[in-house]
């Protein structure tokens, strides 16, 4: 692997799709200061300081494996959350793509594929993280959130976290591609706290509620029988 360090960007995500060409296959580009940093559908990233890490994984898929990027983003919560661990905190995963810590956000995971002439050319996984954070700049957020800093009362050195992650996140990446989702299910279990509870995803502008009954094999949340595999839950 590779890491690419830019004092300055737009988004880490928006870098690594532009580049991408010029970019190899486990590259990490990673920055302190996002001008314009968003995570899915197009909600705007709030930019706590320049204590925080803003990173992407440019990823290139082979023919044979391209199944297995669709659960990245699920990956990437496992491994993000597997890393919280490590600073003695007890991470949530909220399907699909944020870390929770005592119920308040800390993390939010951005996957963004790359296609030309009808080719897929890469995923970009772009992850936001706040790690030193001023109480009161979480408290203007509009959605509850938290720093790993106001969590253990202490500051956080970013580049030490930042290779506990990319290490967590590659030391099986490679049996993840072969095996997909299935190989990492009965861990991602754990650190959900959903299943058997009543919830109401929106999906497609519509919204269902029902109980949480399972993880399916490949991903996706039953509801009522019917298998989700994006939306908002709540």
Not at 111 to 133: C, D, M, P, R, S
């Amino acid at each position: 692997m590779k890491y690419l360090h830019l004092e300055k960007t737009t988004s880490t995500n928006d870098y690594s799709k532009i580049n991408l060409d010029n970019l190899d296959n486990k590259t990490v580009v990673y920055t302190s200061v996002q001008t314009n940093g968003r995570g899915r559908f197009s909600r705007k990233w709030v930019d706590l300081g320049n204590g925080n890490l803003f990173i992407s994984i440019v990823l290139k898929p082979t023919d044979n494996l391209k199944q297995s990027y669709s659960n990245l983003t699920q990956y990437t919560c496992l491994k993000l959350a597997k890393t919280f661990e490590k600073y003695d905190v007890k991470p949530h995963i909220k399907w699909p793509n944020d870390i929770l810590i005592n119920n308040k956000k800390i993390s939010g995971i951005l996957a963004e594929t790359v296609i030309k002439n009808n080719e897929l050319k890469g995923i970009i996984i772009g992850v936001g993280i706040n790690l030193n954070a001023k109480e009161k700049d979480c408290l203007s957020i509009d959605k509850q959130a938290t720093a790993l800093n106001i969590e253990l009362r202490k500051d956080i050195d970013k580049q030490i976290f930042l290779e506990n992650f990319v290490n967590t996140f590659f030391e099986n990446y490679e049996e993840f591609l072969k095996q997909g989702f299935y190989l990492i299910k009965k861990d991602y279990e754990k650190y959900i706290n959903f299943i058997g509870k009543e919830i109401t995803i929106t999906n497609l502008n519509a919204k269902i509620t029902g109980v949480a009954e399972k993880i399916t094999d490949n991903g996706a949340i039953i509801i009522n029988g019917q298998e989700f595999y994006t939306g908002d839950i709540n």
